[in-house]
């Protein structure tokens, strides 16, 4: 990934039909980050979705969001409903086809196509357009800079949330370095809005929207959320529902929205908003019997440590005996983390997080991201893993070494597939009850999880 994929997306909408000014018309927030973006973008769809209920507009929503937990329909919906299998392989094909026909027209190679992410993201504005969709939310896919969806010339507004260190191949090793490239979606003439950062960051988004001649706000956590059921009943979590909030105000005067409410009070519509958003997989609680299912996607250092504390609260707010427990229920991991080079280092952070908590696990399971035993759901295959590895589980062996030596006593086991991780918890929760258990260090491990308890259901 480099500075040539944005005027490659560029050609790749021409040759399908568009010129990217034509996207203005979708009323678009974009937003970039490195922790919560997600969530943002679900806020904003959620707070939009109320006010659709209630005064008609926006008419359709889209939103663009990845990675997907289940399947691939999730990452392009319309009025928060993920696209149905037969319109995804409508717009599919139509996009393939017009890419075919302009190759040959051009005399170009019809084999030379966008990559799975940029593909996927083209496809996102023909559904939108091609739906009538009047406001849509574009979730950055890595930066910002050179990310494909920044052929959005004209945003009505652009967020950025809580920056960290995370692909650090492409956007760089230092905070400041990956400031310039999420900042980068930045556009003359669109406001933009931040959460607050750390100092060199904060630094570098103010240094790039004087270049841009954009006005950039820093939001504080809006005082209302407060008395506000955010989900989970963390700072971090009001910070992304605070940018949420001006981010929607913008969008509802472009949109000629009135909106009842100040500075201290929220409207009806926000509330119910912020309260109703579901975005699974992310600090996600799910009851199933005597499972008690917590489920994040973590897999940096930070959010990981943000899940740890999360799954610290919940353990003890949901614990079956009165505190202090002399005998709390068992506490299960599963984890995987199978891109990350240094993914031991998660482990650490992730043990020292919740051995500050006075979190201890009884159980620990490392599994692969194969789903079944007989193998995977297809929508939750990685390309991007070394298929040796995960059938030798050289990476799950190395896990259970290292927390061999910092996890004080729990039970450690090494599986093939996700499906025998469940089938552990089961037997675990059949002879003793109530059972905790953290799912994290990854996307795919936790769309799995889900596919597993939910099948067909989980996608949603």
Known sequence: MDSSVVGEMRQWARRIGYAPSDFNRLNIVHVAGTKGKGSACAYVNSILTAYRATVGLPKKIGLYTSPHLIAVRERIRINSEPISEPLFTKYFFEVWNALERSAAAEGLDPKHKPVYFRFLTLMSFHVFMREGVDAAIYEVGVGGEWDSTNIIERPVVTGIT?????????????????????????????????????????????????????HLQTVQIHPALRTVNITP???????????????????????????????????????????????????????????????????????????????????????????????????ILIFNQQSQRDAISLLKTLHQTLSKHSIHLEHVIFCTNKTYKKGYNTELANRNTDPKAISSLALQREFAAAWGLIGGGSRINVMRTIE?????????????????????????????????????????
């Open 420 to 460: 025998e991780a469940v089938e552990y918890v089961d037997r675990i929760s059949k002879s003793e009850g109530v059972v905790q258990v953290l799912v994290t260090g990854s996307f795919h491990l936790v769309g799995g999880v889900l596919t597993i308890l939910e099948g067909d259901a989980a996608v949603s």
């Open 162 to 214: 809580t920056l960290g260190i995370d692909h650090v191949e492409v956007l760089g090793d230092t905070i400041d370095k990956i400031a310039w490239h999420k900042a980068g979606i930045f556009k003359a003439g669109s406001p933009a809005f931040s959460v607050m950062q750390l100092p060199a960051a904060a630094e570098v988004l103010e240094q790039r929207a004087t270049e841009k001649n954009v």
């Open 233 to 331: 009943d963390e700072d971090f979590q009001r910070a992304n529902a605070s940018l949420a909030i001006a981010l929607v105000d913008t969008l509802l005067k472009r949109l000629g929205v009135p909106r009842v409410g100040n500075d201290i009070n929220l409207p009806k519509e926000y509330v119910d908003g912020l309260e109703t958003t579901v975005w699974r997989g992310r600090c996600e609680t799910k009851l199933d019997g005597d499972r008690i299912w917590c489920l994040d996607g973590a897999h940096t250092k930070e959010s990981i440590e943000i899940a740890g504390q999360w799954f610290a609260g919940v353990a003890r707010k949901m614990s079956p005996f009165p505190p202090p427990p002399a005998l709390p229920c068992p506490r």
